[in-house]
């Protein structure tokens, strides 16, 4: 998971926008509910299973056969970023897997998170709370935001390579979100992201989301605001601080973005070999995974009224 403080340089990748059907079921605003915690353990549950998956190892890969199998069913359309990072301890390959669900409009907003784990020497470190709460969270967002239609278009976008293979520097740290904030920016597509929400260890059983200050104060506000109208405000008092994660290549480029984590595991478990799925509960990823359609309505209402630049689903982009 990220680390405290700080600002750190950017990264990314070309994707092609891909038609996908999408039923006549009722809007956004009804679907918060329709988030399945359970659904969600059982995705954890699954990739904890795998062991510790640190960047470059064959139990990665099987995490991402896992994801790529997962967003197939609910008919997601998936993109592999693949990309080497030079690394202290030599070039890996890495790779960014983005679910893509087309809408009618090229706007673009990113609900992102991290699947690998940190590797720690002498550490069998599977990762529960972090790098795999956030895979299962996107997981189970991809199966309900693939039954809704929707105007916006959404990247769904597992970033390989956000923990630090040493020690934790502006080189050593986020690979997969600076390569692909990166890649936007150099491709001209990064305009068309309005947004990022990014999750990082949400699935606590003791849940203190922060009112993290590196987000963007009026991204952060609707984030928090959805979790008081939803009755979790409680889950989402843990203070303000500045962390450095993966949403910030996106800012330091100009793209509006919230990073909704839980510092708590830092006071206990945070890096160590206790982080398993004792700690972690279906109910905290459901509350975090509410607040996160809640938001997402929001700014279906905000971009989604913008039409100047809409076109058919799978116009914008080219195939990497």
Known sequence: MSRFAGLIAGGTVV??????????????????????????????EQLVALGPRPPGSPALER?????????????????????TAPTPV??????????VLS?????????????DTARLKGIAFVGANDGGSSAAELLELARVLSRRRHVLTYWLVFFDGEEALEQWSPTDSLYGSRHLADELAKDGRLA???????????????????EESNSTPWLREIVLKKARELGSARSFDGGQFPVEDDHV????????????????PFETY???????????????LAVVGRVVLATVEDLEHKFGLDRTDTQQPGGAGGQH
């Not at 809408?103 to 699947?115: I, P």
């Not at 068309?192 to 922060?210: F, P, S, T």
């Open 15 to 44: 994707i092609a926008l891909v038609a996908i059907h999408h039923g006549g079921r009722p809007d956004l605003g009804r679907t918060a509910e329709g988030f399945d915690g359970s659904a969600a353990f059982k995705d954890l």
């Open 90 to 99: 030599g070039p890996i390959p890495m790779v960014n897997i983005v679910g």
């Open 192 to 210: 068309e992201v309005r947004a990022l929400i990014l999750v990082d260890m949400v699935a606590g059983r003791q849940l203190h989301i922060l």
């Open 270 to 284: 945070h890096h160590t070999a206790q982080d398993t799925l004792d700690k972690c509960s279906a109910h905290s």
């Open 103 to 115: 809408g009618t409009s090229s706007n673009v907003v990113m609900v992102a998170g991290h699947y």
């Open 63 to 83: 995490a991402r056969a896992y994801i790529t199998a997962q967003l197939g069913t609910a008919s997601v359309e998936v993109q592999r970023d693949p990309f």
């Open 249 to 264: 290549p996106f800012v330091q480029k100009g793209v509006p973005a919230v990073d909704v984590i839980d510092l708590t």
